[in-house]
């Protein structure tokens, strides 16, 4: 998993993003689903990240058009040496027995979904469905909900609690799919897996109706829920041992708890990041060590924003100050119980 997330990281920092969606992953999300399904009925779906000569999303909306009821899809993509690119438009027609009929119209530029002509083409839709530029997640996705439309996205899921993207995912109005993808198809025609890619929605899904089920119990097992030292919340280091007793704030892995999120059982108060009001303090002045007591070189601003717990016998990398020694945990959300 480690080697895959480290592929993902390389592909948005080299700004590589040709990384073909399998027909399969599309349809083991959308098709196989009748809450999907019934959301598309009526609805003209714009793929603007994608070229028909080669995408999977248009040979997906090609075989299952009537299946989903739609009104019209629209595709267009980016060029990369600049030159113009194109606008493909399929109402669900066809000329003679097996001939789509496709309306091809040129675009004046290159077919960044930025430009004006393709944001009147959003304009023009009602949702987007595409595998997007990885590197610029944040900006396709501000653009789509700018423009008030629905989405059906392939993404990294760590980026539900960066800046931009928390405050979706915590009202609600962007949700986790079903399914994670696990493999894609790069130029040279090979297979290449990554870590913690998902689905990012903001359709309606039935499985967030469902209440998540709470088995453990607090009292008495307070040791194995430890409080943080920078933070007024308790480490819950799994969704499935969230506390049944417990109605005060938690810390738990976004990704994991989104997935199964229901607003009328929880609410998400906050996240660990650098402008957190939850946040008490920094640790300046604290030295890093080893878990053999040699120091790392570094010192306690590496944590940052990171939740701390305080440990009398850490394994693994810790801080010191004043004989008293902590260690940080992975970033986390913090909920709350409504009911």
């Avoid at 819950?236 to 059982?265: A, L, T």
Wanted: aromatic content about 14%; proline content about 4%.
């Amino acid at each position: 998993m480690a080697k895959n997330n480290k592929s993902l990281h390389k592909a948005h920092i080299n700004k590589n993003d040709e990384w073909y969606t399998k027909l399969e992953s599309i349809e083991d999300e959308i098709s196989m689903h009748e809450d999907y399904v019934r959301q598309f009925e009526g609805r003209t779906v714009l793929c603007n990240c994608d070229d028909p000569e080669w995408s999977n999303f248009f040979l997906f909306f090609r075989l299952h058009f009537k299946q989903l009821k739609l009104k019209k899809v629209i595709f267009t993509h980016y060029e990369m040496d600049g030159s113009p690119s194109y606008k493909l438009e399929w109402d669900g027609s066809y000329i003679g027995y097996d001939t789509l009929n496709l309306i091809k119209t040129p675009l004046k530029g290159n077919g960044d979904f930025r430009s004006p002509e393709c944001v009147e083409l959003l304009d023009e839709c009602d949702v987007v469905v595409t595998n997007p530029p990885f590197s610029l997640l944040r900006e396709f996705i501000g653009l789509i909900i700018e423009h008030k439309k629905d989405m059906v996205i392939i993404a990294n899921e760590m980026q539900c609690t960066s800046k931009e993207i928390f405050p979706l995912f915590q009202s609600g109005k962007l949700n986790f799919g079903y399914n994670h993808v696990k493999e894609f198809k790069v130029p040279d025609g090979t297979i290449k897996k990554l870590g913690m890619v998902a689905w990012f929605t903001t359709f309606k899904l039935d499985k967030y109706n469902e209440e998540l089920p709470l088995c453990c119990q607090y009292e008495g097992h307070e040791d194995e829920y430890p409080k943080y030292d920078n933070y007024d919340a308790i480490e819950v280091n799994q969704i499935r041992r969230i506390p049944r007793d417990y109605f005060g704030v938690m810390g738990v892995y976004g990704p994991s708890f989104f997935n199964s999120f229901n607003k009328e059982q929880f609410e998400v108060v906050g996240v660990s990041d650098a402008e957190s009001p939850m946040r008490k303090w920094i640790y300046t002045g604290w030295i890093g060590y080893n878990t053999d007591g040699t120091k790392t070189g570094r010192t306690g601003s590496t944590l940052g924003s990171t939740p701390v717990i305080v440990r009398e016998n850490p394994n693994g990398i810790y801080y010191e100050k004043d004989g008293v020694k902590v260690q940080g945990v992975n970033a986390r959300i913090f909920i709350r119980r409504r009911k």
